[in-house]
């Protein structure tokens, strides 16, 4: 399958509320030709708090002021970073997830993709996820399409595993092997639990930072194992892929470690999160010969090295690879924007448990 080869923008706002990513891909949505151009647009403090405030809302009509200045924060900052961009004249928008409860209320991405298209002048691609829902599916993750190209790319012939450490962890199983991502067995994916989203809540708390830097409290500071093998004892972790997360489910985890020190607490949900990973990779049909580690976890050699012990396979970050690990969330929305243009399903039985393919997000012209 291929159509024609052009340069869409994708941009990503995670859950870790730091800033927008937006990066060039080069694709026809079913194969990457080329990566280009990337950049980034950190929050303020002020509108860190603006969406912060927000985290766990549900669409309003009309919209709260709160939420009306949160939505003015995710509109303005990625209409700045995506004006910088000057070739793409089509975009990818994700937004910015504020809640997520698939089985019961939905999925809620904040922005509006058509004001969006209006004040940038170009084609949206956006509101991704909640098509997959109405089909009965997670809605999450979505990356996994994406990670299927990049195996081709990369020409590999071999299962590998991506590993998106975010705010929560996402994990895809790719087999290479396979003709399209909507073949039996291409991809299998799901959320492995929480990952830097409780540290980073732990080192606001406590330190008053934004995140552990190296992993270095951790790395001063004994685990808790035995807590951490309780709470890994949670249906969660059982339960069959898919699945997916809101980025606070266990936010109890975090009071759990409230007697412990500083740098034990930041040891113990450090761990957590890499034992979580490390129990994925039980669904895993094969185990991969190496994971490739993508987002903010993988600069914590703390969280790399819990991998690397509990994986029982190679554990490198992407760029060993040649993608670049900050960019792969915002790459993945160029790609999923160019599937949507071409007619191409976002996601597959394999990555949020839907039983067909479904065709998701919506295209809203300037
Ligand atoms: N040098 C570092 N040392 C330790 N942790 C880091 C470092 N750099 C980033 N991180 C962690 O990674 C997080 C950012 O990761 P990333 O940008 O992948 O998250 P996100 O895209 O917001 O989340 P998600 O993928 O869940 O939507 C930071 O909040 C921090 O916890
Ligand atoms: C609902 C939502 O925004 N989920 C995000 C979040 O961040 C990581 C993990 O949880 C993943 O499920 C997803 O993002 C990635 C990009 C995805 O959809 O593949």
């Known amino acids: ?209 934004s995140f552990d830097d190296g992993g270095a409290l951790a790395a001063q500071g004994e685990a808790d194992f035995d807590l951490v093998k309780r709470v890994l004892s949670r249906r969660y972790f059982s339960k069959r892929p898919p699945k997916s997360l809101d980025r606070d489910a266990f936010g109890d985890v975090g009071r759990a470690v409230a007697q412990q020190s500083d740098a034990d607490a930041a040891a113990t949900l450090t761990a957590f999160a890499a034992r979580a990973v490390a129990r994925g990779m039980g669904f895993c049909p094969e185990r991969p010969a190496r994971l490739l580690v993508t987002g903010g976890g993988r600069k914590n050699p703390v969280m790399m090295a819990g991998l690397e012990a509990g994986c029982g396979c190679e554990v490198l970050p992407v760029e060993a690879v040649g993608l670049d690990g900050d960019m792969l969330e915002a790459q993945a929305f160029a790609f999923l924007a160019a599937r949507v243009l071409h007619g191409l399903p976002t996601s597959v039985p394999g990555t949020t448990g839907v039983s067909q393919p479904v065709f998701g997000g919506r295209i809203s012209a300037p």
């Not at 009509?61 to 961009?85: D, G, T, W, Y």
């Not at 089509?90 to 209006?118: I, K, M, N, S, Y």
């Not at 590993?163 to 994916?189: F, I, K, M, Q, W």
């Open 1 to 209: 399958m291929s159509g024609k080869m052009r340069p869409v923008l994708g941009t990503m706002s995670g859950t870790s509320l730091d800033g927008v990513d937006a990066a060039v891909l080069v694709t026809d949505g079913a194969r990457i030709e080329a990566f280009g151009a990337s950049g980034y647009r950190g929050y303020s403090e002020a509108e860190r708090r603006a969406l912060g405030a927000v985290l766990g809302r549900w669409p309003e009509r009309p919209m709260s002021p709160e939420l009306a200045r949160a939505h003015e924060v995710v509109l303005s900052a990625h209409a700045a970073l995506m004006s910088e961009f000057d070739e793409p004249s089509v975009a990818g928008f994700h937004g910015q997830t504020l809640a997520h409860d698939p089985q019961g209320r939905g999925t809620h991405q904040l922005g509006d993709g058509a004001e969006l298209a209006r004040r940038l002048g170009r084609t949206v691609v956006w509101d991704f996820r909640s098509e997959d829902i109405r089909k009965g599916g997670e809605g999450a993750p979505l990356a996994p399409v994406f990670h299927f190209a990049c195996a081709q790319w990369l020409s590999l012939r071999e299962p590998v595993c991506f590993l998106n450490l975010g705010g929560v962890g996402n994990l895809t199983y790719v087999d290479p092997r396979a003709e399209s991502p909507e073949a039996p067995g291409a991809l299998l994916a799901f959320d492995t639990g929480p990952a830097n989203a409780p540290i980073n809540d732990l080192m606001q708390r406590r330190r008053g930072e």
